[in-house]
């Protein structure tokens, strides 16, 4: 069993820049894809950012390119979100999530993670 447990969530004001962290636990951290998610009140969860197992490859949804950086720490099982020039329209809970592939690709599709975490709120104040 995979358990992905996110943290770095709260409240900011608007420009400033929180890092969310998940550490994944439970299977070899090294072969794992993992992407961000996030849903806001009333909104469908729509996907953030990702990044292959290796590390090489990461893919961004094209509104937060600039922003958000994606990064893996695999000697600390960790996974990163680094957030900056925040906007109210950040706010939502964030989610982890992991998959297991043989192919060494940034996934944006939901339906491709089968582990994830229980969320991290952010908040954004103008």
């Known amino acids: 069993q995979v358990q992905l447990v996110e943290s770095g969530g709260g409240s900011v004001q608007a420009g400033g820049s929180l890092r969310l962290s998940c550490a994944v636990s439970?299977?070899?951290?090294?072969?794992?894809?993992l992407g961000w998610f996030r849903q806001a009140p009333g909104k469908e969860r729509e996907f953030v950012a990702a990044?292959?197992?290796?590390?090489?490859?990461?893919a961004y949804v094209d509104s937060l390119k600039g922003r958000f950086t994606v990064s893996r720490d695999n000697a600390k099982n960790t996974l990163y979100l680094q957030m900056n020039s925040l906007k109210p329209e950040d706010t939502a809970v964030y989610y982890c999530?992991?998959?297991?592939?043989?192919?060494?690709?940034?996934?944006?599709?939901?339906?491709?993670?089968?582990?994830w975490g229980q969320g991290t709120q952010v908040t954004v104040s103008s």
């Open positions: 439970g299977r070899t951290f090294s072969s794992c894809g």
């Open positions: 999530a992991g998959h297991y592939s043989d192919l060494d690709i940034a996934s944006p599709r939901s339906f491709d993670y089968i582990y």
């Open positions: 990044i292959s197992w290796s590390g090489v490859y990461t």
